[in-house]
Nanobody, 124 residues
């Protein structure tokens, strides 16, 4: 059983930056692909970014490309999401997720474990 705990959320003005962290425990972190999803009020949960366990390849949603960067540190069992040039439409609860898969990672159904989420609020 893998436990995921997100941190780093908060309130920031448009154009600002935040770095989210997700600490994993209870499993072999290096064997899990990791991702960030987000859910705004009244909307479905959507894919933000993923990093595979096998090759370390990354994928980012078009809406965040060039602004957000996912990375992982297997020595620290932690995945990060660096968020720059934040916009009001980035306001959401951000969730960390872990998957044993290495493909199809934009699909929520691929994920075996989820964190409790961290709130990000961007004011314009």
């Amino acid at each position: 059983q893998v436990q995921l705990v997100e941190s780093g959320g908060g309130s920031v003005q448009a154009g600002g930056s935040l770095r989210l962290s997700c600490a994993a425990s209870g499993g072999t972190f290096s064997r899990y692909s990791m991702a960030w999803f987000r859910q705004a009020p009244g909307k479905e949960r959507e894919f933000v970014a993923a990093v595979t366990w096998r090759s370390g390849n990354t994928d980012h949603a078009d809406s965040v490309k060039g602004r957000f960067t996912i990375s992982r540190d297997n020595a620290k069992n932690t995945v990060y999401l660096q968020m720059n040039s934040l916009k009001s439409e980035d306001t959401a609860v951000y969730y960390c997720a872990a998957s044993v898969a290495s493909w199809g990672l934009t699909n929520l159904g691929k994920y075996d474990y989820w964190g409790q989420g961290t709130q990000v609020t961007v004011s314009s």
